[in-house]
């Protein structure tokens, strides 16, 4: 269900709403592009947390990105409202949360948003939207979801994720001789982690066929030593850049791969929208919710069905076993501490045939 809204005169100032992950903010580019498509002239904004805002580096289709940290102090959040107040002609809120809500009250008199899909707990958020669409946690992709906001303008869709990019160019991909892969092993939580002697295995493999193996990650302590676990099992030749490139400069080294591997985590979603081959590794994660946006797929229909291993357009998606899969929570002990049987009883002999089957073109070529 869903309400529409009818706009008096074309919106000047335009504030989108994404206070959530890296992946979320990505998955929203989309809807962004769809905004500027018909509002051309429009000046469009985006409220980010501060951690996520890199994600939108280069991306030609906004004009600011306003980021806000994942917990501002009583200040911080107050010198928000002020600064947005009444500031916009239109906000377009992606999320349910209550914070997210609230800033789009006080940043317009004029708003669209998702509420949640319960008459009683959204009613009072329906009544303050003069446009609202239901949130779909299990059976509507996110970016299908956000692109639901569009509709209730009667904008054309603009399906294509646009991952950021690298405005002053410097390229540190290109240190980078021959033909590559990028793994990026480290999920954000623990629950989405695929077994180090795994990593091990795959990174092994990757150097038998005459790749060099390209280790990605974030300057995190705990990230860097799970990496370095890997690494301390691989050749010298092993290019570990954790910590070492932007999230534009990553983009720009993945574009240029052979193969992308990573788990369920944004910068897998990052990977998929460069058009790269990518194998994602899913375990209690509904695909047809949260699986990578394939390259170039433009239609209004979930790419991903709920269960097995499945390719679409650039995107391999390997689903881990077991009859409980996927079960949408945090783990077996459903904490984001927890483990998840799925992933560790997901093989690399899983993977291994993807990987040869897409490899197979490239050692052909000169």
């Known amino acids: 269900?869903?309400?529409?809204?009818?706009?008096?005169?074309q919106p000047d100032r335009i504030l989108v709403i994404i206070m959530r992950y890296l992946g979320d903010v990505l998955l929203a580019t989309p809807l962004m592009s769809s905004l500027r498509k018909t509002y051309k002239s429009a000046k469009i904004d985006v409220l980010?947390?501060?951690?996520?805002?890199?994600?939108?580096?280069?991306?030609?289709?906004?004009?600011?990105?306003?980021?806000?940290?994942?917990?501002?102090?009583?200040?911080?959040?107050?010198?928000?409202y002020k600064n947005l107040f009444r500031k916009?002609?239109?906000?377009?809120?992606?999320?349910?949360?209550?914070?997210?809500?609230?800033?789009?009250?006080?940043?317009?008199?004029?708003?669209?948003?998702?509420?949640?899909?319960?008459?009683?707990?959204?009613?009072?958020k329906r009544f303050f939207y003069q446009g609202w669409t239901e949130f779909d946690d299990e059976h509507t992709h996110t970016v299908l979801q956000n692109l639901k906001l569009a509709d209730l303008l009667n904008i054309p869709r603009i399906y294509q994720t646009t991952p950021p990019s690298d405005k002053f160019g410097t390229n540190k991909y290109i240190f980078i001789k021959g033909k590559y892969?990028?793994?990026?092993?480290?999920?954000?939580?623990?629950?989405?982690?695929?077994p180090v002697e795994n990593w091990i295995k795959t990174a092994r493999y990757l150097n038998q066929l005459g790749l060099q193996v390209v280790i990605s990650g974030s300057s995190n302590e705990d990230e860097k030593k799970y990496i370095s676990q890997i690494c301390d099992h691989l050749p010298d030749r092993t290019l570990n850049l954790s910590g070492k490139l932007s999230l534009a400069e990553l983009s720009t080294a993945i574009k240029h791969a052979q193969i992308?591997?990573?788990?369920?985590?944004?910068?897998?979603?990052?990977?998929a929208s460069t058009g790269t081959p990518v194998i994602s590794l899913f375990g209690p994660t509904n695909p047809v919710k949260w699986a990578p946006w394939p390259y170039n797929y433009h239609i209004n229909k979930n790419p991903f069905k709920k269960t097995g291993s499945q390719?679409?357009?650039?995107?391999?998606?390997?689903?881990?076993?077991?009859?409980?899969?996927?079960?949408?929570?945090?783990?077996?002990?459903?904490?984001?501490?927890?483990?998840?049987?799925?992933?560790?009883?997901?093989?690399f002999k899983a993977i291994k045939p993807v990987i040869d089957q897409h490899l197979h073109s490239y050692f052909q070529s000169p």
Request: charged share 15%; aromatic share 8%; proline share 7%.
């Open 311 to 347: 390719i679409v357009s650039n995107v391999y998606l390997i689903q881990g076993p077991g009859g409980c899969v996927p079960c949408h929570k945090e783990g077996c002990e459903q904490n984001k501490t927890s483990f998840s049987q799925c992933l560790d009883s997901l093989s």
């Open 1 to 9: 269900m869903q309400k529409n809204l009818e706009l008096p005169n």
């Open 181 to 194: 892969a990028v793994l990026h092993p480290h999920p954000k939580w623990h629950y989405k982690r695929w």
């Open 88 to 124: 916009y002609d239109l906000v377009v809120n992606t999320q349910v949360g209550d914070r997210p809500f609230i800033t789009s009250v006080i940043a317009a008199s004029t708003r669209i948003g998702t509420v949640p899909n319960n008459q009683e707990k959204g009613r009072w």
């Open 260 to 271: 992308f591997i990573g788990p369920d985590t944004g910068i897998t979603h990052l990977a």
């Open 48 to 80: 980010v947390f501060n951690n996520t805002a890199a994600i939108l580096e280069g991306f030609s289709d906004i004009n600011n990105v306003i980021s806000i940290p994942v917990r501002p102090t009583f200040k911080e959040q107050l010198t928000l």
